[in-house]
Each structure stands twice: as structure tokens, then as C-alpha cells.
């Protein structure tokens, strides 16, 4: 079959799906001040990156998001983007949860009004490496194509899980989190569907509706349709669905430790594809020491005797003191970092503030590098002891952490206070010149 671009007067459309307020309980309590896809990621918004590889498409005529967020929450978001890119965007909000399929369902007007040859849908917590252009050349018209990348055999079972034929790329069997190995193939979370899927949609609706239909009219409203369980497993093996493989890189983000992971590569990918976005030292004249990919907004103040990177992301208005370290971090808008204070593998909300000769520091939550196509482990917050499983350091929004102070492992709600001056003890001298050692190794250590 011919791919689509053969047609270079083709228009088309791109989904993202934003889910709602239920959605991101892993990311408290940043979410809580802010929706989940809003979620700072490279510097810029994690839907950004959608809307930026979205927009870069040829033909594109619309971006639609579809969520269950408030319209207000959204709003400013969309009007920066239109100014930006210059392409229509609109917000569409759920009368209720409605899932990965029933929100294309029911707004299928709006997404097929100007007749589109085909739309792109996104999952809105995925980051990855979007190779849209590529993807849609190799795009059959009148099929639907799933963008797979490949994971490890024991971690495949925790994600869609795709049966690809060789030579052809279709899709011969698809399961969702499968009870035991499927394959190695698994869903991005991202595809090219034509047209035609709404009357496959039309039927999963139907059948969802039969299937858990009630007299209760008290009852929450059952429409919640998801694609991967009731529309593409269904249509495996009907020679319709296809399979795009891809290489480059790709993440889920459903927490914290996940956005810092994907932080990381997404400051890798601006060295090829907008290296203005990176912080240097020809960039900022006298300003902070810079250790490998770092972003700064342009209101942020920092110390010229700072050491930042690798790894570190500043969002606007955030203020970095003296002498300060951060590695590894996402540090949110508005964000404060008194002199000496040292962040590691953390992520401070808006408006948190660490004090003077402060220690922050989380663990990492890395893929198994021994490990080829291994993905982050998304694990739950605590164990089967009730014990915080050990991952990044999470600051809500308005903490104020006191002046030499540890915070380890720790998750942070909002508007608290950790540690006090006025509760300080008094410290035998040995413990003094401990501590002064410590402020010093502080100081310096990781730079």
C-alpha cells in the first residue's frame, strides 16, 4: 500500500490524552498543585514535547487535547502554545472519565471536522524521541499504526504487549499487561489511527455499554472505553494493524524518579535539536560552573559560584545562593536554594525553600544499564512493610526546609516546615568541628 505522505495535500490532526485529577497519584504532592501532563520536563511542560513534534508534522492542522482537568487549569498552556507554534490547539474537557477510547468517541465530531486523513493519538505520560514524520511515512492508509519499542522479557508483562510479523510489521496478537510473557514488544503509547477506527469505536462502546449496563441511574456514568483493551486487541490479526518499531528513546512518567530519568534525556536530545536551550558558559557570561546538560530559564538567579549539572533543570523565577550544588534535579518554579545547600536526585516545588548548608538528596531510580531495553521500574511508594521504597526526594510546593539540615528519601508534603533553629541542641564541641567538616565536604563534594 502506498504510505500517506504520498499525498502531499493531506491535513491532519494529533490527540493527546490528558486524563484527570484521579490520574498521577504517584506524582504527590506535585500534582496537587498542578495537572500531571504540566509537569515540568526538560524545562518546558511534559505535553510540550508532544505539541512541539506534533506541530513540526507536515499538513498539521490541529492539536486537541481531551481531559478530565478543569478548563482553567489548561488554558494558559494552550494560549502559549498557539503563539508559539502557530497552529490551532484546543482544550476539550470530559463530563466524566471516559478512558483512552471514549473520549475519542465522543468527541469524534470535533476530531474529524476538515476531514483529516488520519490523526495522530498520545498518551500524555510517555517521553520520548518523537519520530512523528517517520512514523507517518511508513503509515498505510486505512490502518492503524502502534509505535512499539522494545523491553526486557520481564518487564514487557507490565505493559501492552504486541506480537509483530516479520516482513509485514502487522500486529497478529496484542495483550495488556499480560499475566505472563507475550512478547517483547510493548506499546508507546502513541498512534497513527485512519478514519475508520470510529466505527471499531462505535462497537467497543456498545459492547461496554451492554456489557455493564444497570437500572441504577445513581450509579457513576460507565463509559470509560480503553483503546488497548477493547478496540486494538480485537482488531489484531485483521490486517489492519501495523506496528511502527522504534529505537530511539522512550519512557513512561508516572513519577517523580521518572521525570528525573526523563529530564535527563530530553536535555540529551536538545544537544542535536535545540542546543540554544542549553545552558554554557559563552550562554551565561559569569555565571555558575556548568557540568554537562543543564537548562536555565532566563529569570532565574544564580550564583556565578554555583556549580550546576549534569543533569539539571531551572524553571522561572528560581533562585540558586552561594556555593550551591545541584545535580540531578528538577528545581520548579520559584524554587530557592540558600548558599552551600547541596540538591541530588530531587525535585523541589514551586515556591520550596532549602537553607543554608542543607542536604537534599534522593536515590536514584535508574534502568539496569547491564540490562539492553531495560525500562524504569515504576514501583509502588512503600513496601510490604509500609517502608518508603528509596527513590528521589520530592519537596511539595511552599516547604521550607531549615538551615543544615538532611532530607533523605523523603517525600514532602506542601507547606511544611522540616527541621527548626529553635529546636537546634546544643552540640558538644567534638560535634562542632564534625559538623563544620561536613559543611566544608558539603561544599565541595560532586563538583
Known sequence: MPACDSNPEATYKAVILLGGPAKGTRFRPLSLDQPVPLMSIGGYPLIFHHVEACAAVPGMREIILIGYYPKDQLSQFVDECQRKFGIRMRYLQEFTPLGTAGGLYHFRDQIMLGDPAAFFVMNSDVCCDFSLADMLAKHRPGTYTVMCTEATRSQSVQYGCAVIR??????????????????TMINCGVYILSPSIFQYLKSAVKVHKDAHFTFDLSSQCNECVQMEQEVFQPLASRNCLFAYVTTRFWSQVKTAGAAIYANRHMLEL?????????????????????????Y?????????TAVLGPNVSVERFVTIGNG???RESILLQGAVVRDHACVLFAVLGSSATIG????????????????????????????????????????????????????????????????????????????????????????????
Not at 516479520?166 to 512478547?183: C, L, Q, R, W
Not at 542535536?272 to 543543564?294: C, E, F, M, W
Not at 534502568?367 to 528509596?390: C, H, R, S, Y
Open 166 to 183: 516479520k516482513g509485514t510489521d502487522e500486529i497478529m496478537h496484542y495483550v495488556e499487561k499480560p499475566a505472563t510473557f507475550v512478547s
Open 324 to 326: 550551591a550544588r545541584v
Open 270 to 294: 536538545y544537544r542535536t535539536s535545540h542546543p540554544d536551550r542549553l545552558a554554557t558558559a559563552q550562554s551565561i557570561p559569569d555565571g555558575p560552573k556548568i557540568i554537562g546538560n543543564v
Open 356 to 447: 543554608e548548608w542543607t542536604r537534599v538528596e534522593g536515590t536514584p531510580t535508574d534502568p539496569n544499564p547491564n540490562k539492553p531495553f531495560a525500562k524504569i521500574e515504576t514501583k509502588d511508594l512503600f513496601n510490604e512493610k509500609g517502608q518508603l521504597n528509596p527513590s528521589c526526594t520530592v519537596i511539595g510546593s511552599h516547604v521550607s526546609v531549615a538551615p543544615e539540615t538532611i532530607v533523605r528519601n523523603s517525600i514532602v508534603l506542601r507547606a511544611q516546615r522540616v527541621g527548626s533553629q529553635l529546636q537546634k541542641p546544643n552540640y558538644p564541641v567534638i560535634l562542632q568541628i564534625v559538623l563544620a567538616t561536613y559543611k566544608l565536604w558539603c561544599q565541595f563534594s560532586l563538583t
Open 296 to 304: 536555565i530559564h532566563p529569570t532565574a538567579t544564580v550564583s556565578p
